[in-house]
């Protein structure tokens, strides 16, 4: 079963712009967390985000949740080529459940 | 930090035999451990949750007869996959949730295992 929907499915941008990729979900939720998937690897936990916080920064992430609306959202400014990957959102109750995820490509 | 490990990383098998991946958790206990399968271009699907000591809950779909899973311990779980088909070729990955302390409550990745049936 899946519980996350991502848009866009496949985002191309320049490097050094901002790729943003947003994600909503059906049912509440404890927590929603970011992964990062290089092509054929393991998963890269980015950040998690409570379901009372509204807003986490990491490094050059920033995501944000708003439960009202059952949707997050993943920044990423100055992109860089190494961003080049998978991104899919999870959500957390008493298991986690992966979106379909985002193909990011960063173009030199 | 929480470390998962699965065994084997690559496996590559002749269909109709059976396949059996571990995942342990090397630095903490798990009383829960969940197992995802992924296809080439697709997400990770949830295929079971496994309890230790007890019986694994699958979800819809898939079938508890072919991906027999065991959660013998607090630090290890295994998946076989039965009489495998070449449609069974996928990655799996495992998790694992902590049972109390600093990794109580979160789910801690393995690195996946890539099967290959011929």
């Known amino acids: 079963s899946q519980q996350g929907e991502e848009d866009p499915q496949a985002l191309s941008i320049q490097e050094g712009e901002n790729a943003t990729m947003n994600c909503s979900y059906k049912?509440?939720?404890?927590?929603l967390q970011w992964y990062r998937q290089n092509s054929g690897r393991g998963l890269v936990h980015l950040i998690l985000?409570?379901?009372?916080?509204r807003e986490k920064h990491s490094g050059r992430l920033r995501v944000t949740l708003d439960t009202s609306k059952k949707s997050s959202s993943l920044l990423i400014t100055a992109s860089r080529a190494a961003d080049t990957a998978s991104y899919f959102c999870?959500?957390?109750?008493?298991?986690?459940?992966f979106g379909k995820g985002t193909r990011l490509h960063i173009l030199p | 930090g929480a470390v998962v490990s699965q065994h084997p990383s690559r496996v590559i098998c002749k269909s109709g035999t059976s396949v059996k991946i571990e995942c342990r958790s090397l630095?903490?206990?798990?009383?829960?451990m969940f197992w995802y399968r992924q296809f080439p271009k697709q997400s990770l699907m949830l295929m079971a949750t496994?309890?230790?000591?007890?019986?694994?809950?699958?979800e819809q779909g898939v079938e508890k007869d072919k991906f027999l899973i065991n959660h013998a311990s607090l630090t290890l779980s295994t998946l076989t996959v039965t009489s495998a088909h070449p449609e069974d070729s996928s990655f799996y990955i495992c998790?694992?949730?902590?049972?109390?302390?600093?990794?109580?409550?979160?789910?801690?990745f393995g690195p996946g295992t890539r099967l290959t049936v011929t």
């Open positions: 998790s694992a949730r902590g049972l109390g302390g600093w990794a109580a409550y979160e789910q801690y």
């Open positions: 049912t509440s939720i404890n927590n």
């Open positions: 985000i409570r379901s009372n916080e």
């Open positions: 999870a959500t957390e109750g008493d298991k986690i459940i």
């Open positions: 630095d903490f206990q798990a009383t829960t």
């Open positions: 496994s309890n230790e000591g007890s019986k694994a809950t699958y």
